[in-house]
């Protein structure tokens, strides 16, 4: 036992220190290639980002392109020597599907660069970056799972029991159908929505009673920011089936309401001339409404709304709070009698009395 582990080392002494040594110079030379690119280029060109995301990939690449040369030429003798070609063939495929999976991943961060959001053109550039990062998520799918397939090729029995399978692929077929309706579904809607655009990241979204938005956007589901800073995770699907409301579809302006119960007594002018004061002095206001209707009277008071608007919704927010406690600080300082209030009369019981 001892000497065949012997005789295999002094076989492999020879080839094995070939291959090392060759490993050794591959990974060496890239560095010092990548080192020198990295120093002649700009950080933000192009072929920087790319060479950024792959750098790690694409050297793991380069080193194991070199072992299979180096295990190719190796004399056919040596033992084990059909076992480590296989793997190091499988560890190629493997190292090219990540090489491939990440430079297809820096497509994003090259739409981001090459289209940033300016004042009058972020609507241009969210739809790109969106679509963008759809596109790419479904090519890296699509990546993955040949790669994993040419991996699983290079095994014999996969490719032996490949002819059998071909028989009963229809009914395989139609049985994962039903098994992978769910994700199929989503990235169906992925695709939908990609080339719809009814949202895109950034967007200010209304989604099952929650103000949020639209943070991150995957293959299968979409992470919605709330205002409190929690995270909703919605599949695709569901915006497809079910409405929602878009606050930043074509603009991020936004009209805000507050609405004041009063006495019907209150002069409406007063809260007019105060409310018109309000928005002048606040910088959140952007000047486009102002608005004060009388929308509602009942048995009891006065529903009066004041209508504003600001640039986005955050800052709608905003504004109609420091307008509501404004308006109800001036009714309490100047009209505290006009408040809402319920009336009721008195009426003595003429049978009460009559008793007595």
Known sequence: MLESIEAALTAWLLPGASALLALVATYATFRVALGVTRRVTRSKAVPRIFLDAAARALGVFSCLLVLNGVLETAP???????????????????????????????????????????????????????????????????????????????????????????????????????????????????????????????????????????????????????????????????????????????????????VLSVDYAMPVQPLREEFARLLRQSSLWDGKTETVQVTESNERALQIRFLMSASNSSKAWDLRCAVREGLVTFVQASYPEYLPRVRARLVDDPDAALDQ
């Open 76 to 258: 056919e003798g040596l033992p084990m020597l059909a076992e480590l070609q296989h793997f190091a063939t499988l560890l190629l495929i493997l190292s090219m599907t990540w090489a491939a999976v990440r430079c297809t991943s820096a497509i994003g961060d090259v739409v981001v660069i090459l289209n940033p959001a300016l004042e009058h053109q972020w609507k241009r550039a969210r739809k790109v970056e969106t679509q963008t990062r759809f596109l790419v998520r479904g090519l890296n799918v699509l990546i993955v799972i040949i790669g994993l397939g040419g991996a699983l090729m290079t095994f014999d029995g996969v490719r032996h029991v490949g002819g059998s399978l071909l028989a009963s692929a229809g009914i395989g077929g139609i049985v994962l159908g039903f098994a992978a309706r769910p994700v199929l579904g989503n990235l169906l809607a992925g695709v939908q929505i990609a080339l719809t655009q009814p949202f895109r990241i950034d967007d200010v979204l209304h989604v099952q009673d929650e103000w949020c938005w639209v943070e991150e956007v995957t293959a299968t589901y979409v992470v919605l920011r709330v205002w409190d800073l929690r995270r909703m995770i919605v599949p695709l699907q569901w915006f497809i089936e079910n409405p929602f409301e878009n606050w930043s579809r074509n603009s991020a302006d936004l009209m805000g309401t507050v």
